[in-house]
């Protein structure tokens, strides 16, 4: 596609549930973020993929989030047990490896946890 | 501990004038920088960015300054337009070894230009 898609785009769960949100990156991006944002916060890291090479994990806040890459293309972040501070907007972005600052984000998923 | 802060949530300007964004950053080790830009319901977009080796980076109407020595830089929009009107968010990263760029960004909280017509 012409840009980054990111799937539900807004999710409504009750705390302690599973969820899944989805992201397609633009084709040919090599490397793939997952950044989130709080109410009133900025946007905060949890993860990095760049090609084959293992991810960068280090923004996790809690073994309770996950996230895999499938095929070096679709990424899935899983957030285990939800609880009710883990509601934000959960953004996906892909970039160049050439330019891997020049982050090119998706509209994003609101997070609700009731 | 916040490494990359913006003091000022909001900022409201006349069609016309110009608008200075802030941002500080404390790390150091800081050695790129970027401004996103963010309407609502969207996911945020790159703007223009600098490297430390540089004090100034221009770009149409935007134009960005970097002060070192003060951890300090700003964006300068002339002449502010309507359309300008989003969320200014600051970002700062390190290179890797060998100075392999990626997008491990820090992020400031984010400010709230408004351009009055």
């Known amino acids: 596609g012409a840009g980054v898609s990111q799937s539900p785009s807004n999710k409504v769960t009750e705390k302690g549930k599973d969820v899944e949100l989805r992201c397609d990156p633009i084709?040919?991006?090599?490397?793939l973020y997952w950044y989130r944002q709080s109410l009133g916060q900025g946007l905060e890291f949890l993860i990095y993929?760049?090609?084959?090479?293992?991810?960068?994990k280090s923004g996790l806040p809690s073994d309770r989030f996950s996230a895999e890459r499938t095929g070096g293309s679709v990424s899935t972040l899983t957030i285990q047990r939800t609880q009710q501070e883990d509601s934000a907007v959960y953004l996906c972005a892909s970039s160049h490896r050439l330019a891997g600052e020049k982050l090119f984000f998706g509209s994003g998923t609101q997070l609700s946890v009731l | 501990d916040q490494q990359v802060k913006q003091n000022s949530p909001s900022l409201s300007v006349q069609e016309g004038r110009i608008s200075i964004l802030n941002c500080d950053y404390t790390?150091?080790?800081?050695?790129?920088f970027l401004w996103y830009k963010k309407y609502p319901a969207e996911g945020p977009t790159f703007l223009i960015s600098?490297?430390?080796?540089?004090d100034k980076n221009e770009d149409g109407r935007f134009t960005v300054f970097l002060n070192k020595s003060a951890k300090h830089l700003s964006l300068h929009i002339v002449p502010s337009q309507p359309g300008d009107s989003a969320v200014y968010f600051c970002?700062?990263?390190?290179?890797?070894?060998?100075?392999?760029?990626?997008?491990?960004?820090?992020f400031g909280q984010g400010t709230i230009l408004t351009v009055h017509p």
């Open positions: 084709s040919g991006h090599t490397a």
């Open positions: 790390n150091s080790m800081f050695d790129y």
């Open positions: 970002a700062a990263s390190v290179h890797a070894a060998g100075g392999t760029s990626y997008g491990k960004l820090t």
């Open positions: 600098i490297s430390s080796i540089k």
């Open positions: 993929f760049q090609g084959n090479s293992a991810p960068d």
